[in-house]
Structure formats: C-alpha cells, structure tokens
C-alpha cells in the first residue's frame, strides 16, 4: 500500500511539473504576427563581404523567411538539434566552432536575436544580420 502511495505522489507530482513547464512556455513564448511582412537580411561573410536580401513574405519565423529567400539566392545549411535548426553554413561557407572558434552570429534590428531561426518571430520592417563569428576564447 506505502509503495502504490509513493508512486502515485511520484506521477503526480511528474505531471504538475510538466503542466507548470507548458504554462510557462505558452506564457512566454514569442509572439507571432501574421500577413504580409518586408524583411531584410544581411549577410556578412568571414571575410566581411555583405550580401544583401530583401524579402516579402508571410512567414512568421526567421527559419520561414530564410526559405522564402532561398529564391534569392540565399543558401543555408543545419542540423536539427534540442533547440530547433542550428545553422553552419550560409551561402557556401561553413562555420566550424573547433577550427576557429566561428558560428554564424544572429541579430535582429541591432540586437541578438533571443530565439533560435525556427523560433525568432519576424515582424514587418524587420532588419536581420547574419554574421560569421569568430568567438574570442
């Protein structure tokens, strides 16, 4: 009876804390806006070179907006991860952390971007930087 009382509590309490996770999360996550949106990217190169796109769309998030500029000219490449698409490549060039300490940087109007590209809201006028990024150890 002591060991049915015990697990029951253990679930039980399993389940409140996934309820309050998903509260939180649906409290907090980003806000989306649809429509029409004009949406520019900015790509800087290991190099400095800066490539520049304009793009209408209605995507709602970044990772929309980049395969929307794919007709462009943009390329990109990633891997899914825990965190949504982790980006490596951009137009051709690779960023490798263990070679040089280089990601490609996110930022949105001036200021990092706080979510990942499957997760970053876009909003009309938005101005988006992708830039190689060599992490100063």
Do not use: H
């Not at 697990?7 to 029409?36: C, D």
């Not at 982790?86 to 040089?100: K, L, P, R, W």
């Amino acid at each position: 009876m002591k060991k049915n009382k015990k697990t029951f509590i253990a679930v039980f309490l399993f389940v409140l804390v996934i309820a309050v996770l998903g509260g939180v999360y649906y409290f907090t996550r980003p806000e989306t806006v649809s429509g029409k949106k004009q949406i520019e990217i900015v790509v800087i190169n290991k190099a400095g070179e800066e490539t520049s796109y304009e793009v209408s769309t209605e995507a709602e998030y970044l990772l929309g907006v980049l395969e929307d500029a794919k007709e462009q000219g943009l390329t990109f490449e990633g891997n899914e991860g825990d965190y949504g698409m982790m980006i490596d490549t951009v137009n051709g060039e690779t960023a490798v952390y263990t070679d040089d300490g280089g990601y490609w940087g996110f930022s949105v109007n001036g200021a990092y971007c706080e979510y990942g590209v499957s997760e970053q809201p876009v909003v009309d006028g938005d101005k988006f930087e992708i830039k190689y990024t060599i992490d100063e150890k």
